[in-house]
């Protein structure tokens, strides 16, 4: 008889600590933190997630979105070690150009990209550099003859800043980069003022208004696989280095690239919490609603990544040949 009240006992108390262990996994809110001022890709493809990755989480939490943007997305990424709650509740999308600063210049950065929690990518980052139509520049070899191409960037170390250095210091393209811009958004209404010449960024995250009426000009692609929706089969920029030299620099810069659209998390979060959170946006990236939803935006979603995968390349990026790292640093400057 004892043993059978110890055994229901023991019953009930397990059963009270499962309910107690289900309850501490659900989150009550969820917050996306965007490095960038709202309007560009990166708004755009986390307003969209957020709309989704509720259904999945445990406790279907309402999810919000929060842009921060500095230091080219680099104070939202150190906002999860700061301020934000360390629970998994807080995750931030941030440019990987940072990865690549972060390589180049560690005394700038004095931040790993080890050292965050990957939660997962959405896509590959399909870029591609481009002229407004009004320039007149419609071709690569357009471009090498240009006096001079203005382009917007929020800072050094952006991909788009990295992008353009390449196209200035290794293929001679007399190209200005103006700095300050806190988002696509703003560098696309310079380049409709004429302020600027062009870009360089993700192809879906042009207005569909310029793309749809060819309102600008597909010059060279950095992306090394297909780019949806781009037209005039501009060159990929790989394959313009005459040296293996020159190929496997423009790799190593243009390496983060397959992590896009990356989300990262605190590595405080504890690991049942990281877990459940990787999990729902695994989740997210099969869902029908999400993936309908991009398809109506017109944002791919190439190769969604899982967050072990993306912590995979970027310990990949972080063992390049030094020698690589230090002609790199010359060239993204």
Request: glycine residues 8%; proline residues 7%.
């Amino acid at each position: 008889m004892r043993k059978t009240v110890y055994g229901l006992a023991a019953a009930t108390l397990l059963a009270l600590a499962s309910g107690a262990a289900h309850a501490a996994a659900e989150f009550k809110t969820m917050t996306i933190v965007v490095g960038f001022s709202p309007g560009g890709g990166y708004d755009a493809y986390a307003r969209v997630l957020s709309r989704h990755i509720g259904r999945h989480v445990p406790g279907n939490p309402n999810v919000i979105v929060q842009n921060m943007p500095g230091s080219s997305s680099l104070k939202a990424v150190q906002y999860l070690d700061a301020n934000a709650q360390k629970d998994g509740s807080v995750i931030t999308a941030f440019n990987p150009g940072l990865i690549t600063e972060s390589l180049l210049s560690p005394e700038k950065i004095r931040f790993k990209f080890t050292d965050v929690a990957w939660v997962g990518s959405i896509t590959r980052d399909l870029r591609a550099c481009y002229a407004w139509g009004a320039s007149g520049i419609k071709t690569w070899d357009d471009l090498l003859k240009a006096t001079e191409f203005n382009i917007g960037a929020p800072a050094a170390g952006t991909s788009t800043y990295i992008n353009a250095a390449v196209l200035k210091n290794l293929f001679g393209v007399k190209l200005r980069q103006v700095t300050g811009y806190p988002g696509s958004a703003e560098e696309r209404l310079a380049i409709e003022r004429r302020e600027l010449d062009g870009g360089c960024g993700a192809w879906s995250s042009n207005p569909p208004d310029w793309v749809e009426n060819r309102k600008i000009n597909p010059i060279v692609s950095f992306s090394p696989v297909p780019i949806p929706n781009i037209y005039g089969n501009p060159p990929f920029v790989g394959d313009l280095a005459k040296t293996k030299e020159d190929k496997d620099l423009i790799n190593v810069l243009i390496a983060p690239d397959a992590v896009g659209r990356p989300y990262v998390a605190s590595k405080q979060v504890p690991a049942d919490r990281l877990a459940a959170v990787r999990q729902a946006f695994d989740e997210t990236m099969k869902d029908a609603a999400f993936l309908a939803e991009t398809t109506k935006l017109t944002l791919p979603v190439e190769g969604p990544l899982q967050g072990a995968e993306a912590a995979k390349i970027i310990d990949s990026i972080y063992t390049a040949p030094p020698a690589l790292v230090e002609r790199a640093k010359a060239i993204a400057k």
